[in-house]
């Protein structure tokens, strides 16, 4: 399936691509957009240092990559669209 992607954040300017999270946002060929958030696993055991919690919840709807690079986000997307119920589930409209 066809997509564009818009990064609301540019890619280039995350301090530390290892440890953050960023939205993406995916329009497909047919005109339904979505917003996915990419987070890295530095970035989940921070945030729950930060938040004092030993689980994240079954609610957490990101996608974990190892770094926040466009290629790797690129990746992960091509086969999340393939799968229209996947890009429903981890996108926000």
């Known amino acids: 399936m066809k997509y564009?992607?818009?990064?609301?954040t540019p890619i280039e300017s995350i301090a530390d691509p290892a440890n953050d999270n960023v939205d993406?946002?995916?329009?497909?060929?047919d005109g339904e957009a979505y917003t996915l958030v990419f987070i890295t696993p530095d970035n989940l055991k921070f945030l729950m240092e930060s938040n004092?919690?030993?689980h994240i919840s079954p609610l957490f709807k990101y996608i974990?990559?190892?770094?926040l690079d466009e290629g790797m986000i690129r990746r992960a997307l091509?086969?999340?669209?393939r799968d229209r119920s996947l890009l429903a589930y981890y996108g926000r409209d």
């Open 4 to 8: 564009d992607v818009f990064f609301p």
């Open 64 to 67: 974990v990559v190892k770094r």
């Open 78 to 81: 091509d086969e999340i669209v």
């Open 24 to 29: 993406v946002c995916v329009t497909t060929a």
């Open 52 to 54: 004092r919690e030993d």
